[in-house]
């Protein structure tokens, strides 16, 4: 069939619509109508060609909801005209990952997926008879996508694909970091660095997890008066501070750090100053943000000799399959606030204008409606 797709057809240039083929789905596939996607830093990430698993010419986007169009040999559960989200982060239940219980990084079509295609080793698009590369398992920037049936979740058909989307990563990403990865606890003290979709989304995790202070960091001022409506506290510029080490800045305003904090920017420097804020003797800080090829972390280990905790996490831990479902329904019973993160919509062929709006940080979410 013939779909409409914004086109990556080599790093560093905009996208391009046009009308790409799509096969028909095949054993353990699923053909989806994306109504909706998000655009995540992650796609611009990928874009810029810093992505040591990037490939061109591929259709990019992580973030979408849809309804199923029709499912090839053995699906079993979804079937034609389901609302889903499709996932980057796999759910199989039956690989070693899944079956530990410790993770939600499921492996069932990992390799594949880093290698642009479908778990047979093939790829579902093409260009004027010339294969396109799949994204992340997902491809939301095109309005017909194949994936594999153990990354959709199957969702509540009344929720409003224009918002929950955003639980196709960003705000699952930044909610699920706090809960389960994190496990902030009522009067913890939070940084967070970096207020984009991610982060704010961390800061609305961290009041719901009751913390007491809730610092937000950007070097944006403009992001400020969102955080302060998902429950920041502070809200903090580095630029503020001449050449004082942010690090320092928030020790000195905590007493002995914070008990959590988050990177969500992307940058390695920044990953350190948020290690180096987290409170003496136990404090932790999680790395959310995905820093470039080639791009390494580092701090003196007395900074962990003394304590402190260094982790990451990939989708906020959330099982995909399992847990999104729920998230939908507290996003529909307002427990979870995403109206806020959708600053923006636009049709496909403003999706190059969505990352404009992302790099000038004039929005939090694009959301393209198809
Ligand atoms: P975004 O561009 O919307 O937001 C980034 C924010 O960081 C902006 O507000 C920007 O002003 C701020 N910033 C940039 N440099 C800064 C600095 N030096 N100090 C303070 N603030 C600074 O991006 P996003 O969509 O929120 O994504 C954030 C990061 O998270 C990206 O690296 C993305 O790839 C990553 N990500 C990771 C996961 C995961 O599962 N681990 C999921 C989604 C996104
Ligand atoms: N491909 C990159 C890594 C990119 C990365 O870390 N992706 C995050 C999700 S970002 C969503 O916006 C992730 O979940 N990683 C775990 C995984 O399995 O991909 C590289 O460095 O090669
Ligand atoms: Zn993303």
Redesign the pocket.
């Known amino acids: 069939m013939k779909s409409r797709a914004a086109v990556a057809f080599a790093a560093g240039q905009p996208l391009q619509i046009v009308e790409i083929d799509v096969e028909p789905p095949r054993k353990g596939e699923v053909l989806v109508k994306i109504t909706h996607t998000g655009v995540?830093?992650?796609d611009a990430?990928t874009l810029s060609g810093d992505d040591p698993e990037g490939l061109f010419p591929a259709v990019l986007g992580h973030e979408g909801a849809g309804i199923v169009v029709e499912v090839g040999e053995g699906v079993t559960s979804v079937k034609p005209g389901d609302h889903v989200i499709p996932l980057y982060t796999a759910e199989c239940g039956e690989c070693l990952f899944c079956k530990s219980g410790k993770t939600n990084l499921c492996v069932a079509v990992r390799a594949t997926q880093g290698k642009g295609v479908m778990p047979d080793g093939t790829t579902r698009f093409s260009y004027e008879g010339k294969p396109i590369y799949h994204y992340m398992g997902c491809s939301t920037f095109s309005e017909y996508t194949v994936v594999a049936e153990v990354s959709l979740a199957k969702i509540n058909p009344d929720a409003n694909p224009e918002q929950v989307c955003l639980l196709g990563?960003?705000v699952t990403?930044g909610i699920g970091a706090v809960h389960n990865t994190a496990k902030v606890q009522p009067g913890d003290t939070v940084a967070v660095?970096?207020?984009?979709?991610?982060?704010l989304a961390v800061v609305q995790g961290a009041r719901q997890a009751k913390a007491g202070r809730i610092i937000a960091?950007?070097?944006?001022p403009e992001?400020f008066e969102l955080a302060k409506v998902f429950g920041a506290t502070d809200c903090i510029n580095?630029k503020d501070f001449g050449d004082k080490p942010i690090q320092q800045v928030i020790v000195e305003m905590t007493g002995w750090g914070v008990d959590h904090s988050f990177e969500?920017?992307?940058?390695v420097k920044?990953m350190r100053a948020a290690l180096e804020c987290a409170h003496r003797g136990w404090g932790q800080s999680i790395i959310?943000?995905?820093a470039g090829a080639g791009q390494e972390i580092s701090t003196r280990p007395f900074q962990l000799v003394t304590g402190r905790k260094w982790m990451?996490?990939?989708?906020?831990g959330v099982k995909g399959r399992s847990q999104l479902p729920g998230m939908v329904e507290d996003a529909m019973k307002g427990e979870i606030d995403l109206a806020p993160f959708v600053t923006h919509t636009r049709p496909l062929e403003g999706i190059n204008e969505a990352f404009d709006l992302?790099h000038e940080?004039k929005s939090?979410r694009t959301v393209i409606g198809y």
């Open positions: 995540c830093h992650t990430f990563c960003g990403t660095f970096g207020l984009g979709g991610i982060g960091i950007d070097m944006n992001k580095p969500c920017i992307g940058n920044v959310i943000g995905v990451g996490t990939a989708f906020g992302m940080g939090i």
